[in-house]
């Protein structure tokens, strides 16, 4: 089974911190993706990576940035948390050249206060 | 206007209910169609996966695809309470990489 986790279930900050959402995948997949979910927004695309050190902009990446150092870890950094990054943040991957299929990890809920 | 647009809900039904989940879209180049199930805290888990329009059946579940209208649909027969969850759809030109994601239908099957 594809197993995808992230860090933390919950996480409260204050304004102004830096924060690191860590996401790991064990099936070897190429793809990887940060999104964030809101009532009556859905899922919204932050970033994704489609290989080690490489990333694409989604829809709303202001105020976040990402890193891939390893195929199988994906981070969201929040460089300065506002009250408005308040949301569940879900981490998804996927293989390159398969169904398209994304598997999707817990999700972390993070307050900003 | 959003690329994929899906009936809000909230939908409450009775046990045994047949429920219909519907989307839209606007982007002709759409192939792919997924449906994913999302748990109260949970993350999503993919429910269906069809390619180009027809009909997938699988147990209770049919997603149903019509490319002309632009519109996808899953249906659940016999409806248990045990349904109860958010409902997305998803979509895709390709067969990797990003999809693009409804809003969401969140269902309440009660007993």
């Known amino acids: 089974d594809v197993k995808v986790t992230q860090s933390s279930r919950y996480l409260v900050k204050r304004t102004g911190e830096k924060v690191f959402l860590e996401c790991v995948q064990d099936m070897d997949h190429e793809n990887m993706f940060w999104y964030r979910q809101d009532p009556g927004l859905g899922l919204r695309l932050i970033y994704f990576s489609y290989d080690v050190k490489m990333k694409e902009k989604g829809d709303i990446p202001e105020g976040y940035s990402v890193s891939r150092e390893k195929k199988e870890r994906f981070s969201l950094i929040l460089e300065s948390a506002s009250t408005n990054q308040t949301s569940m943040y879900l981490c998804?991957?996927?293989?390159?050249?398969?169904?398209?299929?994304?598997?999707f990890g817990p999700g972390t809920r993070l307050t900003v206060l | 206007q959003k690329e994929v647009e899906q009936d809000p809900g909230p939908l409450s039904v009775p046990e045994g209910a047949i429920v219909s989940l519907n989307c839209t879209y606007s982007?002709?180049?759409?192939?792919?169609f997924m449906w994913y199930r999302q748990y109260s805290r949970k993350g999503p888990e993919l429910l269906m996966y069809?390619?180009?329009?027809g009909n997938k059946e699988d147990g209770r579940f049919t997603a149903q695809v019509d490319k002309s209208s632009k519109y996808i649909s899953l249906f659940i027969r016999d409806s248990q309470p045990s349904d109860s969850a958010t409902y997305l759809c998803?979509?895709?030109?390709?067969?990797?990489?990003?999809?693009?994601f409804g809003d969401g239908t969140t269902l309440t099957v009660k007993p």
């Open positions: 998804a991957s996927n293989p390159a050249g398969g169904l398209n299929t994304q598997y």
């Open positions: 069809t390619y180009s329009s």
């Open positions: 998803a979509m895709s030109p390709t067969n990797a990489g990003k999809s693009t």
């Open positions: 982007n002709s180049a759409f192939q792919y």
